[in-house]
C-alpha cells in the first residue's frame, strides 16, 4: 500500500499517468546532469551518492532533485533506484503552479528540505568525526612500519606502502637479531581484510613475529610459533599470509619460510632472469598443528629480491584485468641494472600506468632487497 506523505493533498497524487516506475539498479540522474525537474518518491528506495560515497537514502514521502531545479543548476550527485521505485516528476512549470496555487505546498516542501539538511548535517559532522579518528589511527599504523631502511654497506633497502583505505592489513619489517649482528630479518605480510578490523590485527601480527622473532630467527620456527599462537586465541579470528626471511648480511645467504604469501621474486643480474623463491607453508591462523618449509638461496652481486603483497599482482584496470604475476615480471626485468630505489618506483609506475583511473581496491606493498659491489 503507498505511504500517505507530508505532499499529500495537492493532487500529486491522484493522476497514475504522471507516475514513472523504475526498476532496481535503474539510475535517475548522475552528477552534473541537467536539473529540469524535481522527484516525489512514492513508493520503494534510492540511493543518492556523490563520488562514489552514499550521501542519503530516499523513501517514500522523501523529495530530491528540486535544489537542482531552483536554482538552475547542475545535479549534485547521482541517484540509483535501490528497489523498483514509483516517483513522480515535476518539473518548473508545475512547480510554479503548485506555488501559486497551494501556498501550503511550498510551506512543505521546505519543512521536507530543512529536516533533510538537518539529517545530512548531523551526518557530515559524524563522517568527519570518522575521519579524524581514521587519520589519528593512520599516523598510528604508519609508526609502526620501520621509518626508515637500514643502511648496510653492500646493500640497498627500498620500501613501498600505500593502504587501499586510511588504514590496512598489511605491513612489513626488518628485525635486527640481537644474538647476531650480521643477520637480518625481513617481513612482508598482509592481514585479510580492509580498514580498522585489518590495522587492528596488522599490529597484533606485528608484536607476535616481533616477539617471535626474539625466541630465534628460524623461519619456518617463527612461522609456526606465530600460527599456533593465533589459533590458541579464539577470541577474534586472525588470518594472514607472511614471508619471513633471515639474510646473513656478510655472505649473501638467504633463509627463508613463506605462510600463504605471494612468492618473492629474485632477478639475477648474472643470467638477466627472474626466480620465484618458493617454499611449503600455509596460510597463518587457518590450520593446527601445520609445519613450515625452510628454503635458501644465495643472493649475489646485483642479484635484487622483491617481495610484494596481491595489491601488486591483483590491481585492476578498468576493463577488470588483473595486473598479473607476468606484468610484475616484466617490471622487474625492466629495471634491469637500476638500484632498490628504481626498482621500486618502477614497480610502482608499472601498476598505475596499467589501472590508470581505477580507485585502488586492496593495500599495496613493496619491499625491495638488492646487493651491490662495495
Avoid at 575521519?131 to 637500514?150: C, F, H, S, T, Y
Avoid at 599456533?228 to 577470541?235: F, P, V
Avoid at 591483483?314 to 607476468?326: S, V
Avoid at 630505489?341 to 632487497?369: H, K, R, W, Y
Wanted: aromatic share 8%; net charge neutral; charged share 20%.
Amino acid at each position: 500500500m503507498t505511504k500517505k506523505t507530508s505532499l499529500h493533498g495537492f493532487g500529486l497524487f491522484s493522476d497514475a499517468a504522471s507516475r514513472q516506475t523504475y526498476a532496481a539498479g535503474e539510475v535517475i540522474f548522475h552528477t552534473g546532469d541537467y536539473a529540469d525537474r524535481m522527484y516525489v518518491v512514492v513508493q520503494g528506495e534510492l540511493l543518492l551518492t556523490l563520488h562514489g560515497s552514499e550521501i542519503d537514502r530516499l523513501t517514500a514521502g522523501d523529495l530530491f532533485g528540486e535544489m537542482g531545479m531552483v536554482e538552475n543548476r547542475p545535479r549534485n550527485g547521482t541517484v540509483t533506484a535501490v528497489s523498483e521505485s514509483t516517483l513522480i516528476p515535476i518539473d518548473r512549470l508545475r512547480f510554479a503552479t503548485l506555488v501559486r496555487q497551494h501556498p501550503g505546498f511550498a510551506t512543505r516542501v521546505m519543512t521536507i528540505i530543512s529536516a533533510r539538511l538537518r539529517r545530512r548535517t548531523e551526518l557530515e559532522v559524524n563522517r568527519r568525526a570518522l575521519a579524524r579518528e581514521l587519520a589519528i589511527g593512520r599516523k598510528m599504523q604508519l609508526a609502526l612500519l620501520p621509518q626508515q631502511v637500514p643502511q648496510f654497506p653492500g646493500w640497498q633497502f627500498a620500501t613501498h606502502y600505500e593502504s587501499a583505505w586510511q588504514v590496512g592489513g598489511d605491513f612489513y619489517d626488518f628485525i635486527r637479531p640481537a644474538e647476531d649482528l650480521q643477520k637480518l630479518c625481513l617481513v612482508i605480510a598482509d592481514v585479510t581484510g580492509k580498514g580498522v578490523p585489518a590495522a587492528l590485527m596488522m599490529a597484533v601480527a606485528r608484536t607476535l613475529i616481533r616477539a617471535e622473532t626474539g625466541k630465534g630467527p628460524s623461519p619456518a620456527t617463527v612461522l609456526q610459533r606465530v600460527n599456533e599462537l593465533i589459533l590458541s586465541d579464539n577470541r577474534s579470528p586472525l588470518f594472514l599470509s607472511a614471508f619471513y626471511a633471515v639474510l646473513n648480511l656478510e655472505k649473501g645467504v638467504l633463509h627463508y619460510a613463506n605462510g600463504g604469501h605471494n612468492p618473492p621474486l629474485c632477478l639475477r643480474w648474472a643470467s638477466g632472469k627472474v626466480e620465484e623463491l618458493l617454499a611449503q607453508g600455509y596460510l597463518l591462523g587457518a590450520f593446527r598443528g601445520v609445519s613450515f618449509g625452510e628454503e635458501q638461496t644465495i643472493l649475489g652481486v646485483g642479484d635484487a629480491l622483491v617481495l610484494y603483497t596481491d595489491g601488486v599482482n591483483e590491481a585492476r584496470n578498468a576493463e577488470g584485468r588483473f595486473f598479473g604475476e607476468e606484468r610484475l615480471r616484466a617490471a622487474v626485468v625492466a629495471a634491469g641494472d637500476c638500484n632498490a630505489q628504481e626498482i621500486v618506483q618502477m614497480i610502482v609506475t608499472a601498476v598505475d600506468n596499467f589501472t590508470g583511473s581505477v580507485d585502488q581496491a586492496d593495500d599495496l606493498t613493496i619491499l625491495v632487497v638488492k646487493r651491490v659491489a662495495y
